[in-house]
Each structure stands twice: as C-alpha cells, then as structure tokens.
C-alpha cells in the first residue's frame, strides 16, 4: 500500500516565524488534504490539494503530484496554530475510495 | 450546515464487553469512514460505507464492525473488547461520489477499555 512520509515530527517555533511542513507519499493519488489537529483530538480540515496549489489565510500549501510530495507553509506563526499537522492520501482505484492513508504527524509548538 | 457528530464523546467499558458507537454526516453526504487513533499506529482506516454497502476496508480484525442505515448515519461495533482498543475514534464523512472528494471529520469517540 501506500506510503506516506511527513517530516520533520517535530518542529518548535518563536511566535512570528514562518515553516514549512512536508509530505512524500509513494504512489499516485487521487486525494491529498492536510489536517490539524486541535487538542481535543478533532480533525481540521485545512486544504484539499491533490495537486497545484492553495493559500488560506497564512497557510498555503503546494502539491506536486509527479514528484510525489506535498508542501504545507505556515507564516507568522501564532500560539494558536500549535498541534499536529497530518498529510493524507487516497490511492487510485476503487480498492481505495474512501480510504485515507495517514502519514505521523508534524507536531509543531509555537512558543510566545 | 451542521457538522459530523458523533456519540458517545467518551465511553469507558471493560474487557470482554462490546460497544457501540455512532456517527452522524454532513447533510447531503452519502459516504462514511471510520479511522482508529492511537499513540502508537497513528491514524488507521477501518472501513467505509456509502448507500448502506462496506465499499473498503481495513486491516482489522473481525470483532470490528460496521453498518450505514439509508439516512447514511453509520454505526461501528467492537465486541469482545481488549484492552488495546483504547483509542480516538474518528469518522468521516464526504460526498462519495466521483474520484475526489474531501473527507470532513467527526470530534471523535474516546474509547477506554479497562
């Protein structure tokens, strides 16, 4: 099945200082969204980025599909966006609709 | 548009025993999914419904099992639970349809088993 990468797991930040967050996935997709995880454990939806790119705010991200990698950019970071980022994919075919394969995690701190 | 919600939000059960959680989806959504959480393996799939039929599933065990009723809300049963069943579990629903589609997540069910 597919893999799927996320680096780096761990990240620390001033407040203000802007990452970048990344993702490898093995094989094709037909779906790649980025999520946040707040501390109650709930699932933010962030981006929906099988390919190209998209910005929301101070996020963006960059998807390059024939590279098989994903790019998520944080800028001004604030206290707020503190939590785990996860990267996941959908495989093509119908074996796999529906099926969201999860990379580790990206648990960024962002310090005042 | 109301969100996905799940319930119980928290349950605590003992070995042996089984449990039942539900999931209800966006209006308009017609696929469910279902992932367990947990410090260890991270986010795994379970299965997914659309129109009441299993379409996918993952690699777990039989004592985990699902159902969708024909308003699309699903339900996952664990039986003969065990004490590594403790975990966050998360459903999401989407559209189902065509090859893309954005999965929106539940606030999850925290499940432990004593």
């Given at each position: 099945g597919i893999q799927v990468e996320q680096s780096p797991p761990d990240l620390?930040?001033?407040?203000?200082?802007?990452?970048?967050?990344?993702?490898n996935?093995?094989?094709?997709?037909?779906?790649?969204?980025?999520?946040h995880q707040n501390p109650w454990g709930q699932l933010i939806n962030l981006f929906y980025i099988p390919s190209g790119t998209k910005q929301n705010g101070r996020l963006s991200a960059?998807?390059?599909?024939?590279e098989r990698y994903s790019l998520l950019y944080i800028s001004s970071s604030q206290?707020?966006?503190?939590?785990?980022?996860?990267?996941a994919v959908e495989g093509v075919g119908s074996g796999n609709t529906g099926k969201l394969i999860f990379g580790q995690g990206t648990t960024?701190?962002?310090?005042p | 548009k109301a969100?996905?919600?799940?319930?119980?939000?928290y349950l605590i059960k003992t070995r042996g025993q089984q449990v039942t959680l539900s999931c209800s989806p966006i209006s308009g959504h017609r696929s469910v999914s279902w992932y367990q959480q947990t410090p260890g393996q991270g986010l795994q799939f379970l299965f997914e419904y659309f129109s009441e039929t299993q379409r996918n599933k993952g690699n777990f065990p039989g004592r985990f099992s699902g159902r969708q009723?024909?308003?699309s809300r699903s339900e996952m049963n664990v039986s003969t639970l065990e004490l590594g069943d403790s975990a966050l579990?998360?459903?999401?629903?989407?559209?189902?349809?065509?090859?893309?589609?954005?999965?929106?997540f539940g606030p999850g069910t925290r499940l432990t088993v004593l």
């Open positions: 620390i930040l001033q407040e203000g200082a802007n990452s970048t967050l990344r993702c996935f093995s094989d094709s997709v037909n779906n790649l969204q980025w999520f960059t998807t390059v599909a024939t206290t707020t966006d503190s939590g785990v980022y996860f990267c960024l701190q962002v310090k | 969100g996905v919600t799940q319930t119980p939000r009723f024909s308003n579990y998360l459903c999401a629903s989407s559209l189902g349809q065509g090859r893309t589609d954005t999965q929106y």
